[in-house]
């Protein structure tokens, strides 16, 4: 990595410069993040992590974290002698599982964030879809990809029914950082388990956001061949699901992309989160990283 201290005055002021188009393009806009993989796991990443949220508000985007935590539910079923089960990259939960992962996201993972936010100068505010009536969901569905007839039973993971950003929007009117754990709620007050993929995806659309961004521990979508597609149209992505190219923890991840596109989000980002502030090299270089998704 490049030592700072090394780098002249002058480029200094060049690289600042460079980031003044993007800066006025996007400013007073929305960018939903989704936050999860190695990023989250990597102290230097979360440190990293943190610090491009705060300086995203600083000038003056609206930054809204959505956060996973696949492998922090993991380890904790695994502390309980549990083992995860998952059906087409969603993850099966049963009414135990359901306690750890409210538990794990909403008590762990979602104050782990807000803390680092808050250190490095932001004010962060956490919320589950419970907070402000923010996800309202039903219980899922899930489609056999091959035989649409059958219905897969995945326990307590929800389907959104509606999203009411106002909770979001008051939050960020007065310069929080809202930090949603992906949890929704039901017609008897019953908890869901929605992935986060979907809830970015979702909110992103809702929020009539200018990017939404996945922040992944992959470099983006791949090829057969383990090549980067940069940038992806609806159609080639069909082709992708169609061939088996994207499967498996991929799959609500594009289709979620891939929604949010066709429903007015100008781009969607899937990017390297095991890259040193890949979302300020994303969102305010001309530097292209990942794959980008458009609606056409």
């Known amino acids: 990595m490049t030592d ?4 002249s005055p002058r480029d200094k002021a060049e690289i ?3 980031a003044l188009p993007y800066i006025r393009q996007f400013h007073g806009k929305t960018m939903v993040i989704k ?6 796991t990597d102290p230097e990443l979360q440190a990293d992590f943190a610090e491009d949220v705060v300086l995203l508000k600083l000038v003056g985007i609206n930054p809204v974290v959505v956060h996973g935590g696949g492998p922090q539910i993991e380890a904790a079923l695994k502390r309980l002698g549990k083992a995860g089960t998952f059906v087409q990259g969603m993850r ?10 409210e538990w794990v996201l909403a008590g762990e993972v979602q104050q782990d964030i807000v803390g680092l936010i808050n ?36 326990g307590h993971v929800g389907d959104i029914v509606s999203i009411d950003p106002s909770v979001v929007k008051a939050l960020q009117d007065d310069q929080f950082i809202p930090v949603i754990s992906p949890l929704g709620f039901g017609d008897q007050n019953e908890s869901y388990n929605i992935n986060a993929d979907v809830v970015a995806g979702k909110l992103a659309t809702v929020l009539k956001a200018e990017k939404l961004v996945l922040l ?4 983006g979508v791949l090829n ?33 992309a891939l929604d949010a596109a066709k429903s007015g989000v100008n781009s969607v980002h899937i990017i390297d989160g095991r890259v040193p502030h890949a979302m300020l090299l ?15």
């Open 16 to 18: 600042l410069a460079q």
């Open 92 to 101: 099966v939960t049963d009414s135990e599982t359901m306690e750890v992962v």
């Open 35 to 40: 936050y999860g993989g190695n990023a989250m």
């Open 216 to 219: 992944t521990n992959t470099p």
């Open 119 to 154: 250190q490095a100068g932001g004010k962060a505010v956490g919320l589950t879809g419970r907070d402000g009536g923010l996800i309202r969901a039903r219980k899922l569905q899930l489609p056999d990809r091959d035989d649409p007839s059958v219905f897969h039973d995945v």
């Open 282 to 296: 994303e969102i305010l270089t001309d530097q292209a990283f990942g794959t980008m998704i458009r609606s056409d």
């Open 4 to 7: 700072i201290a090394s780098i």
């Open 224 to 256: 057969k061949a383990g090549e980067l597609l940069t940038d992806l149209s609806a159609r080639e992505i069909d082709a992708l699901f169609a061939d088996g190219t994207i499967s498996g923890g991929m799959l609500p991840k594009i289709e979620g």
